[in-house]
């Protein structure tokens, strides 16, 4: 088992930036690769980023490059997603979630996540 708290959302305006945060314990999270995913109301839930826990390496979805960070801090199991110019279409409950690096299943599909936090929602106001 994974466990996962996210934190660090909140309502914002246009262009400002956010950091959220997602602290993780339980198996050993090297061994995972642990995604952010976001979901608007009335709207399915979309991959945003995900990065591996072991090798740090980084992987964006299209809406999320070039404004989006994600990065992980190895003594506090706490891995973060900074959001740069933030824009009205950001707006959702943010999730982390955890994926078992050798299971089957994609990175960028959050059908295929295992294990998830309860969600930090963020506003952004025009």
């Known amino acids: 088992q994974v466990q996962l708290v996210e934190s660090g959302g909140g309502l914002v305006q246009a262009g400002a930036s956010l950091r959220l945060s997602c602290a993780a314990s339980g198996r050993t999270l090297s061994n995972y690769v642990m995604g952010w995913v976001r979901q608007a109301p009335g709207k399915e839930r979309e991959f945003v980023a995900f990065i591996r826990w072991s090798a740090g390496t980084t992987y964006f979805a299209d809406s999320a490059k070039g404004r989006f960070t994600i990065s992980r801090d190895n003594v506090k199991n706490t891995v973060y997603l900074q959001m740069n110019s933030l824009n009205p279409e950001d707006p959702a409950n943010y999730f982390c979630?955890?994926?078992?690096?050798?299971?089957?299943?994609?990175?960028?599909?959050?059908?295929?996540?295992?294990?998830w936090g309860q969600g930090t929602q963020v506003t952004v106001s025009s």
């Open positions: 979630a955890a994926k078992s690096r050798v299971s089957g299943g994609s990175f960028v599909r959050h059908s295929d996540y295992n294990y």
